[in-house]
């Protein structure tokens, strides 16, 4: 079964830093991923999504996330962080055929000023 | 157009107890997946329906179920309530893997 792996348990950046959150997967086949963001006391929002195609995916709010097939990796990034963006963000995937979307376990990031 | 909506919001049950949840998908979305999201554990997937019927099944213990209606609403069932099923329990609907998930607000349930 499809795993999903995200390094970070908790990043700390100040205002107008920028940000990479890892993603690894382990599955050898065609995957769709996606990352969503879930902003305190709200319910998890779709950040953006990759299915085919550029590997680079331009989502909302300024991010943007690059798939690597050969790193098995998905990372997030954002050149410059708002106060806004302090969430937790969680990587996910799923597989062709009949496979449930399965999430890492989520990055907890904090924005300072 | 409405969102993904769970009921109830929150939810206080006594060990031993049972409980339903309801999830009302997005109108023409056939796919209904449930989580649950606990601090240590982030989402683990329960189980999936579509169109009534179960297409997957995630590593819970069958005090865990499910079903989901001719009009696509779902709910789960948690029978024997244990401490360690308190957590905020996530229903997402899809029309289409393609469009990815949207997920509701959630149901918090505490078990005392």
């Known amino acids: 079964a499809q795993s999903v792996s995200q390094h970070n348990h908790h990043v700390i950046l100040s205002e107008a830093a920028s940000l990479e959150l890892g993603c690894n997967y382990s599955?050898?086949?065609?995957?769709?991923l996606f990352w969503y963001v879930q902003y305190p006391g709200q319910h998890l929002q779709l950040l953006l999504k990759?299915?085919?195609?550029?590997?680079l995916v331009k989502g909302i709010k300024g991010f943007e996330a690059e798939f690597i097939k050969s790193k098995f990796s998905f990372n997030l990034r954002k050149p410059s962080v708002q106060w806004s963006d302090t969430a937790e963000y969680f990587c996910?995937?799923?597989?062709?055929?009949?496979?449930?979307?399965?999430f890492g376990k989520g990055t907890r990031l904090s924005v300072i000023a | 157009k409405a969102g993904v909506t769970q009921t109830p919001r929150y939810l206080i049950k006594t060990r031993g107890q049972q409980v339903t949840l309801s999830c009302s998908p997005i109108?023409?979305?056939?796919?209904v997946s449930w989580y649950q999201q606990t601090p240590g554990q982030g989402l683990q997937f329960l189980f999936e329906?579509?169109?009534?019927?179960?297409?997957n099944k995630g590593n819970f213990p069958g005090r865990f179920s499910g079903r989901q209606f001719s009009n696509s609403r779902s709910e789960m069932n948690v029978s024997t309530l244990e401490l360690g099923d308190s957590a905020l329990y996530l229903c997402?609907?899809?029309?289409?893997?393609?469009?990815?998930?949207?997920f509701g607000s959630g149901t918090r349930l505490t078990v005392v």
């Open positions: 997402a609907s899809t029309p289409d893997l393609n469009y990815g998930y949207t």
């Open positions: 599955y050898g086949g065609t995957v769709n």
């Open positions: 990759y299915f085919s195609g550029d590997p």
């Open positions: 996910a995937v799923i597989t062709s055929g009949n496979t449930p979307l399965v």
């Open positions: 109108s023409g979305h056939r796919s």
């Open positions: 329906y579509f169109s009534e019927t179960q297409r």
